[in-house]
């Protein structure tokens, strides 16, 4: 995925692909990914570590305030751009890259969708987090976020504000931009766990494959 695609024609067959920086050891030893035919531009994938880090340790604490574990559970947002592309908001800043750092075994993930979008409105979500790409990353977000669950959901701004960007705010914003508000408060504090519980959004049944499986079909 890069900032100058043409967000109608974002996604593309994993035949026609060729990945950029190959396939991870780690990936090919744990031998399964998820299928990249599943995985349609504007998709959301939810992340979760089977053994987080500090930080992400945190934001689940954060989240379990307000929400139940099937929802708070999830620490980190990613936007699909189809097949294996993604684009998330990392702590060096919003980057475009492919998948392979998830598929070595280590994480939960959870894939959703965008019920009532067009085709060509979840492209355009794709496209618009695109543009986002070399954002610099909102720490102050994560205690503005901090704040607002640990106070009862008192959502307004705080002081802790960034010109940055964190991860679901990334898929977040993409989603205002084609018409879709998920959550009536302020972008900079929605949290993995908002995104998981929204009602606009629907559970893809997540379909594993085998690498060789992959390989077969280019």
């Known amino acids: 995925m890069s900032e100058n695609l043409n967000h109608e024609d974002v996604n593309v067959r ?11 050891k780690a990936v090919r030893s744990h031998g ?12 959301l994938l939810l992340v979760c570590k089977k053994q987080p880090v500090w930080i992400s340790r945190k934001i689940q604490q954060y989240q379990e305030e307000m929400f139940s574990p099937e929802h708070s559970c999830w620490h980190h947002a990613i936007v699909s751009g189809g097949g294996v592309e993604i684009c998330e908001a990392m702590s060096t800043g919003v980057r ?9 075994g280590s994480y939960e993930l959870k894939v959703r969708r965008l019920k009532s979008a067009t085709a060509a409105q ?16 909102g720490f102050l977000n ?3 976020i901090r704040d607002a669950l640990l106070g009862g959901g008192n959502w307004r701004r705080t ?17 205002m931009r084609i018409g879709f508000l998920l959550v009536s408060i302020p972008q900079d504090r929605v949290c993995p766990a908002h995104l998981s519980a929204s009602a606009q959004m629907e559970d893809i ?10 390989f077969a079909r280019r």
């Open 32 to 43: 399964r990914i998820i299928d990249p035919d599943l995985l349609e531009p504007g998709d």
């Open 159 to 175: 002081i802790f504000r960034s010109q940055g960007i964190i991860c679901s705010q990334l898929y977040f914003e993409a989603c």
């Open 142 to 144: 994560i205690l503005g």
């Open 14 to 24: 994993t035949s026609e692909l060729t990945f950029d920086r190959g396939i991870p």
């Open 205 to 214: 049944p997540v379909r594993w494959i085998s690498v060789s499986d992959l």
């Open 122 to 137: 979840r492209n355009r979500l794709a496209y618009y987090a695109a543009t986002m790409v070399k954002t610099r990353y």
């Open 96 to 104: 475009a890259c492919e998948y392979w750092n998830y598929m070595n």
